[in-house]
C-alpha cells in the first residue's frame, strides 16, 4: 500500500519553521467506508438459518443460556503467573478453584476465595446471592496446560465441583492478546428489552460468539482478551428493571465458551459504568486502591511477560487518581518493555459522534497521561469503528515514514479504537479525517484485532468475525538503542551541570550546549502551553459546577462549540483549551473542514537528526590534551603534544546545519509536487 503520508509545505529553510508543517491528510483508506444506514448486518443475522437454529435450540432452549448471567470469567492475575476468577451463585458459601496440570489430577490444588452477598436476577428468572472470586498467585509455568474446576461451596472431600475446564499457558516471553471493544450486548434494538426472549441480547450474543470463536481460530494461542469497553448495553442502573437487563446482557457478552479458557481483560465504558454488577462480574487485579472509581469499578493494572497493561476507567475525570494508578504500575514495573494503556473513550479516534465531541472532551485529561508516562500503545473504544493514529505526542503527528507498515524507537503513543466487537451498532465515520488518523474502516461488520509482542516488537493485525484483514497491519520496532528526545536532552542537561564538565574541552562542551539547545528549541516549537481546563476539570469533577458531565458532554450550551448552521456541537468552545484548540481547532470551525489547515505536525527526521546530534556531542567530549614530556628532549620544560583526536566533531554542527537545510528543501520541492498533483 501506497504510505499514507502528509503533505507538507515548509514555510522557510529554519529549525523553528520545519516543526510548523500546512498539511491537508488525504489518506485512502482501503478497507472501506460504509455509510451505517445501508448496512443490512442485522436483517441478515435474523433471516440466517444458523441464527435462527441457535435461538431456539442453544440460546432460548437446551440448556436455556440465556437464563445464566453467572457464567466464569477468567481475568489475567497481577503477573502471567496468576490467574483470576469470578462468577455468580445463587447462595452464598467458599468458592474455591481446584486446579492441575493437565494429566495430574492427584495434584490438584485448591485455592479458596471470597463471597459477596448481592442480589441479582435477570428477565429469565435466574436470581443470585452470591458474587465469587478466587486469585490464584503463582502457580501457572509458561508453555504449560492446565484443568480447572470451581465450586460456590467448598466442603473438602464432599465439594461438588463444576465441569473441568482446559486453561493453557503460553510462552509469556512473546506472547498474543485478542482486542475487540463495544460488543454491547443488546444495542442493536428490538421492541422491548425487559422481556426474557429479547431479540436484541440473542443476535448480538450470537455474532459476538462468532467473533469471539473466529478470534481464536485467527489467534488460537492468545493469552488474554482486551475488551475495550462497553461490554453491555443498558447503561442505566438506577431501575430493578434496568438492572435485570444488564444482567440479561451479562448472560450475552459472558456467553462465548472460549471465555471458559480466555481469561478477559475488560475497562469499564461509559454503558457499563453504572452499575455494581461490572465489578462481581469481573475479578480484577491491582484495583483495590479504588483511583478511578465510579459505581461499577476502577483503575487496575497487570504485568504479563514484558509488557505492563493498565485499565483506566475513562468515566472518571479525575485526572490526579489516574496518574496517581499510572505512576504505581509503571514504578512497580520499572522494567518493562511495553506499556500499554486500555480505556473506553476514543480521545484519538474517527467515528462519529464521538471522536470530535465527548472522546476529544476526555483527550484533555487523558492524552497528557500517555505523554507523561511514555506509553507506546492506548488502546481504546467508545466509536464502533476501527482506526489508527500516527505517533501522537502532545497532540502532534510525528510524521515517521510509516509507508511500509512500521516505525522504529518512535516518539509519542501510537492509539487505537476498535471497531464493534458483535456488530450491534455501527457508527458513520467522520465526514473528514483528522490530521492525526493514519488508518480507519468501517466495513458495518464485526471486527477485532490481535496484538503480538515480542521483545523489540509489536504488531498490530486487525480482522473482521470472518476472519478477513480489516485494516492495516502496524508495527512497533523498539531497539536497544532507544533513547527519547526528553532522555536526550535530561542527559544533556545532566551532564552539562555536572561538576565533570569542567575536565571536558571548551570546543566539545560548546558543542553539546549548542546541540542541546537546538533541540530543546525544536521540542518547546511543538510543545503546548499549559491547558487552560485540566485544573478545571479534575477539581470541579462531580460537583455541582462541573462544566463536563456524563462521559465528556459538554454541561452547559454556551460552552458549546457554535456551527455554521447556528446548532451547537458536543465539544468545547475554541479558547476554552490549548490542547483541544490545537487538535480540533486547527483542522475545522463552525463544524467545517478548513481549507489549507495548518496542522500540529512535526517532521520526525528533523527530530532525529537533533537528537543524534545531541548523542554525538555527548559521545565527542573529550579531555583536554595531557603534557607529554619527552624523554629524548633535555629541555626541561619538554615538548607538549594533543593526542585528542582532530577530526570529525568540529565539523559536526555545519554538517547537520546543511543536512537541515537539505531536508527543507527536498520536502519543500516533494510539496510542490504533490500540490501540482492534486490540482490536476
Ligand atoms: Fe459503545
Ligand atoms: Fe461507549
Redesign the pocket.
Known sequence: MTRKGLAKKIAALTVASAMAVTAMPFNVFAYGETDVSTSTFKEDTDNSEAFKTWKANVWEGGEAQYADSGKIALTPGKTEKDLNFAWYSVTKGTPAIQVWKDGAKGQAKVYKGTAASITAENWQGSAYGAANKVSIEGYFDDNTAYVYQYTDNYTGDTTVWSAEYSYKKNSSESFSVILTG?PQVGASGSSSDEVASDASVARDTYNWNLTMTQALKTCPDAAFLLSA??QIDKSGATSDNNKKTRESEYAGYLYPSVFRSLPIASTI???DMAGVDYSNHFNNPNSEDGLGATEAGSDYYFSYGNVLFISLNSNNRNQEEHRALLKKAVESNSDATWKVVIF?SDIYGSGQPHADTDAATNRIIFAPLMDEFDIDLCLT??DHTYSRSYQILDGNVIDYDISSGFVTDPEGTLYVSTGSGSGSKYYNLLNYTPYYIADRTNACLPAFSTIDFFENALTIKTYDYTGAKYADDFTINKTSELISVDEAIEKADEILSGSDIKSYTEESVSKLTTARDTLKTLKESYTTAPDLMIAEITTKYNTPDDRIKGYGSITNSEDKDVLVSGSTANRLKAGESTLIDKTIYTQIKGGEVIANAVFPIVDASTLEAAKKQVLAAIDGLEKPAEEVVNPSDNNSQGNTENTAPQTGDAANVWIFAALMTFAAAVLAATLRKKEENCEE
Open positions: 463495544d469497553g462497553d465504558g461509559n454503558h473506553h473504544g467508545h
